[in-house]
Structure formats: C-alpha cells, structure tokens
C-alpha cells in the first residue's frame, strides 16, 4: 500500500508543467534564454543547427563584413581556467558565403537567428545589414565594440556617443522593423551613456559586453607575446563581474526599455540568472561554449529551471532586473 500511495505521488508531482522558461523579446519567441554568442561556432548553418539541437534558444552568426575579410594569423586563441585571450581578429569569407549560410539556416530555422555585422566605415555597416534584410534573419547584431581590430580600423564606434549614434542611425534606416541589437563596449568610462545615444538614434536591444582589453599574455622563454596579433580581447569567468555591472548600467540608462542580452563570464545557471537580476533579458554564452561544447546550452538551461522552481519562480521573466526593483524596495 505504502508503495501505491508513493507512486500516486511521483504520478501527480511529474505531472505538473516545468517552470516556464521561454521568452518573447522585440516579438521574437526564444524557447530559452540561452543565445551562441557571435564568434563561437557561429560560421556555418549546420554548425547554427546542432547547436540549436544541443538547446540554445537563439544563434548568433560571427561577425560579417561587407567583403571578404582575413583576420590574424595563427596563434589566436590562448586560454586558462579562469579566461580566454581571443584575437581571431574576425575572419570572414565574404558576403556571398554569407548568404548562402544564412539563406540555408532560414529554410528550418530551428531557433532564432540574430546576423552579428562588422565594419570598419559607417556605410559599410548599412551596407552589409541591406545585403541581409532580403534573407529574413529575426534579428541584426550591430558589433560596433570588437577591441582587438584597433590596430586595423583605430578605436571602435563604441569608445564614442557621437559615433555609436551615428553607426546605429544608419543601420536601422537599412533594416526597418527587423529588431536591431547594438554591441557595446566595457573599455569606457560610461557605457550608459552611449546605450542612451544609441537608444535615441534608434536602437531596438543591446548586447552587453563584448570582450575586455584589449589584453597581453607573454612567454616567459622566449619572451614574446603568445598571440601573434600581440594582444586579444579578453574574456571567460574573469570578466563576468564587469558584464554584470555593465548589464545593470545599461537597463537603468535606458528605464529597461530596451532588451539587453547580457554576455560575459557565463558558464553556470547562476551566473546567467545574476545577469538577468541585473537586467538581461536573453544570456549570450561563448567562452564556455569553446571550452565545454554546445551541450553547455541545455545545461545551463537546467541549472536555471532547477533554481527558478526551487525558488518558487514561475516565469524566467519575472527576474530581468530584479535587482534595481529590490534596490527600490
């Protein structure tokens, strides 16, 4: 009888809905927040497909520029436990090779797709976005913020108000209603200023933070820097901390009006749910992503629907920004 009445109970507990954890951002569904970060395994459609089938709720594509564009030379990439040097310096094939990447991707379409696009001349932003629009992704990001191409194009859009503006401006009379996110840079004194004149000129989200730095590591015996550009932006566990305050900077410059998909750092649930109490609304992941594969997806899923039910939390949007309502209160 007793194990009758135990089963009775699993019966009725599994039989309850899990928490719901999918969000609708700029009229756009994610089954999870979880979205690829730009730069991380973003390069070609089947590569977007399988990380949507290992449970991203939303893809990133690599950065695109409006031409084919190298990058740096090997070694690009060094790593620790506790961060990740990156100077891959953005290598694309080219518009065409785009196209028919996304043009692929579009036909299933197994999450959403943001277009992350690059430039190193303000027409060249719009210009790259136009060549886009026709093949429908859900939504473009404007990377206006990478810091280790500064040897190539000087300090990037980001460093300035004026010029971030200006960059957001033309890109959003390109691309009309399709959401436009707009990646912004920690290396400034006040990253809520420029999210307020990137919201003004037109900014529909953010993407909040790209890498740090840039940053050097050297070798000791030959003591050359590692990395064959020199330097690299910096990321991993080290700089989440920053992505923190830079997400909570941003959603009270702009009232929380503007989504934000807080990026930097997140290996865990916990640290995903830290940047949505500081008010990201979607998790960008992509350290972790080189360092423990796309299954890193589903598991951060996990771990954040395991806290939420523990925690009695029903919907995952309850939490964006839950810290400047308890600050409040």
């Known amino acids: 009888m007793l194990w009758f009445f135990s089963s009775i109970l699993v019966l009725q507990y599994s039989s309850i809905p899990p928490m719901n954890l999918s969000q609708t951002v700029l009229g756009i569904t994610f089954e ?14 089947s590569t977007w497909k ?13 950065s695109l520029w409006a031409k084919e564009h190298k990058g740096h030379p090997n070694p690009t990439i060094i790593e620790t436990e506790h961060w990740m040097l990156n100077a891959v310096g953005l290598p694309d094939a080219g518009p065409e090779k785009a196209k028919e990447e996304i043009g692929d991707y579009m036909k299933d379409h197994p999450a959403p797709l943001i277009a992350n696009i690059v ?20 939504a473009f990001e404007v990377n206006i913020s990478c810091p280790n191409v500064e040897d190539e194009f000087g300090k990037p859009f980001a460093c300035s108000a004026p010029d971030a503006a200006k ?12 959401p436009m996110f707009v990646k912004l840079s920690p290396n400034v004194d006040n990253i809520g200023e420029i999210a307020k004149a990137c919201q003004a000129a037109g900014a529909d989200g953010f993407t909040v933070i790209n890498t740090i730095g840039p940053g050097m590591a050297i070798d000791l015996r030959s003591r050359m820097p590692i990395l064959a550009n020199k330097v690299g932006g910096l990321s991993g566990p080290a700089i989440k901390p920053i992505a923190v305050k830079c997400v909570a900077d941003v959603y009270s410059a702009t009232d929380g009006k503007c989504p934000i998909i807080g990026t930097g750092g997140v290996y865990r649930g916990e640290d995903a749910l830290e940047l949505m109490l500081a008010g990201a609304t979607l998790i960008g992941i992509g350290s972790a992503v080189a360092r423990h594969g796309a299954e890193v997806f589903a598991k951060v899923s996990n771990e954040m629907q395991q806290w939420c039910e523990e925690e009695g939390v029903e919907e995952i949007s309850e939490l964006v920004g839950g810290m400047h309502r308890a600050i409040k209160n």
């Open 32 to 45: 999870n927040p979880t979205v690829l970060a730009s730069g991380i395994l973003g390069i070609t459609s």
């Open 50 to 62: 399988d990380v949507a089938k290992k449970g991203a709720g939303g893809i990133t594509t690599k």
């Open 119 to 138: 430039a190193g001349q303000i027409d060249e932003f719009a210009k790259t976005a136009e060549g886009l629009v026709p093949l429908g992704p859900d």
């Open 167 to 178: 960059v957001t401006a033309a890109v959003k009379k390109v691309v009309g209603d399709i």
